[in-house]
Structure formats: structure tokens, C-alpha cells
């Protein structure tokens, strides 16, 4: 079955730097890869997703890149802030609607 | 739009009792999930629902653990009995489903500790 592995690290960055998580994948490549942030004591909320054929995806501050042969997605947050702090789910969602998660990555952003 | 509406918000019970979560997903939606998270991990699927049939219960300790969907709207998980190991958050989420239609929404989730 797929796996989705992140990096269980915390990732500590300075305020108005690039803070960059992976995102690892096992087996077959999925249709979607999604990205969703969980603040605690509250459920996850959908950021953005990336599709197979797609290179790259961004909103805002956020970036997205997915590589296939890598079997890999990127996640960038240009000019962090503080209240970026949180915990950074990857999402594959496979053909039907099963939508698998990885462990997460907490980030804290320091000012 | 109201979102995801799980209750109750926290549970406490002694190991060996039951206990049952209630899921309202958003309107119009036909899937619907039930994950547990422990902490400082990410969310595993129990259970998905397309309409009123579990499609996927392949992660459901079916000896414990029971769902429902009656109507295709509403859902229930119920363990019986609690085991301590079952302490975690339990999250509902629900997506409108196909394609294009992919971002799931989540409920606030139920704490549940077991004594």
C-alpha cells in the first residue's frame, strides 16, 4: 500500500526565511498530492494540492513542486512568519477519494 | 456553510466502558472519513464512506470498533469496549468527491481518554 513519509523532525526557522518541507512517497504515483496545516487542538485545513502533471503550484507565500521521478513533493513557505507555526500534513489522494497522510512536520517560526 | 460538526468535543472513560463519536459532514457531501490521530502523528483512515457504504474498513479494529451511515448524512463510531490504547483524537472529514473536487474538510475532532 502507499506510504507517505515526512520528515518527523521539527523544523525551527528564523522569522522571513524560506522554510522547506519534504514530502516522500512509496509505490505508484498519485493522481493528487494535497498539503493541508493543523494548528493544535484543531483539525487539519486544506492549503493547496498538485496534481501528477503538474511541475509546480503556488498561493501566496506558499509553493508547491512535485517530482515524479523523485517520487517526491516539496513544500515552500517564502517569507515565514510566526504565525506560520504549525504542524504540515502531505495528503495522496488516490484514484476514488482514499486520501492517505503522512506523520506531519511541526514548523515553529521564531521572530 | 456550516463545516464539519463533530461532538462531543472531549470523552473520558474507564477502559472496558463504550463510547460513540457523531459526525455532521457538510451538505451535499458524499464522502466521509473517519481517522484517528495520536499525537505527534498524522491522521490514519478507520473508515471512508461513499454515500451510505463503508468502501474502505480495511484500518477498522472490527472487533471493537463499529460505524454507520444511515441516510448517507450523518455518521456514528462507536467502540465497545475501550481499551487504553484507544486514546487518541478521533477527526470526521468529508469531501464532495470526484474529480476537481478534492479538498476534504475536517471537523474539530473528538479527545478521547481512556482510564
Known amino acids: 500500500s502507499q506510504k507517505i513519509e515526512q520528515n518527523s523532525e521539527a523544523l525551527n526557522i528564523q522569522e522571513g526565511k524560506t522554510a522547506t518541507l519534504t514530502c516522500n512517497y512509496t509505490?505508484?504515483?498519485?493522481?493528487?498530492l494535497q498539503w493541508y496545516r493543523q494548528d493544535p487542538g484543531r483539525g487539519p485545513v486544506f492549503l493547496l494540492l498538485?496534481?501528477?502533471?503538474?511541475k509546480e503550484k503556488r498561493k501566496e507565500r506558499l509553493k508547491v513542486t512535485f517530482d515524479t521521478t523523485l517520487k517526491q513533493s516539496l513544500f515552500h513557505i517564502t517569507a515565514s512568519q510566526p504565525a506560520d507555526s504549525a504542524t504540515y500534513l502531505c495528503?495522496?489522494?488516490?484514484?476514488?477519494?482514499?486520501?492517505?497522510f503522512g506523520g506531519g512536520t511541526r514548523v515553529l517560526v521564531k521572530p | 456553510e456550516a463545516g464539519v460538526v463533530q461532538s462531543p468535543r472531549y470523552k473520558i472513560i474507564e477502559k472496558k466502558q463504550p463510547v460513540a463519536f457523531w459526525c455532521n459532514p457538510i451538505?451535499?457531501?458524499?464522502?466521509l472519513y473517519w481517522y484517528r490521530q495520536n499525537l505527534g502523528q498524522g491522521p490514519e483512515l478507520l473508515i471512508r464512506?461513499?454515500?451510505?457504504?463503508?468502501?474502505?474498513d480495511s484500518q477498522l479494529p472490527k472487533d471493537r470498533f463499529s460505524a454507520e451511515r444511515l441516510k448517507g448524512v450523518d455518521s456514528t463510531l462507536k467502540i465497545q469496549p475501550a481499551e487504553l490504547g484507544d486514546s487518541a483524537v478521533y477527526l470526521c472529514?468529508?469531501?464532495?468527491?470526484?474529480?476537481?473536487?478534492?479538498?476534504?474538510?475536517f471537523g474539530q475532532g473528538t479527545r478521547l481518554t481512556v482510564v
Open positions: 472529514a468529508s469531501t464532495r468527491g470526484g474529480e476537481g473536487n478534492t479538498e476534504a474538510f
Open positions: 509505490n505508484y504515483s498519485p493522481a493528487y
Open positions: 498538485i496534481r501528477e502533471n503538474e
Open positions: 495528503a495522496h489522494k488516490a484514484a476514488g477519494n482514499k486520501l492517505t
Open positions: 451538505s451535499g457531501h458524499n464522502t
Open positions: 464512506y461513499e454515500n451510505e457504504e463503508a468502501v474502505d
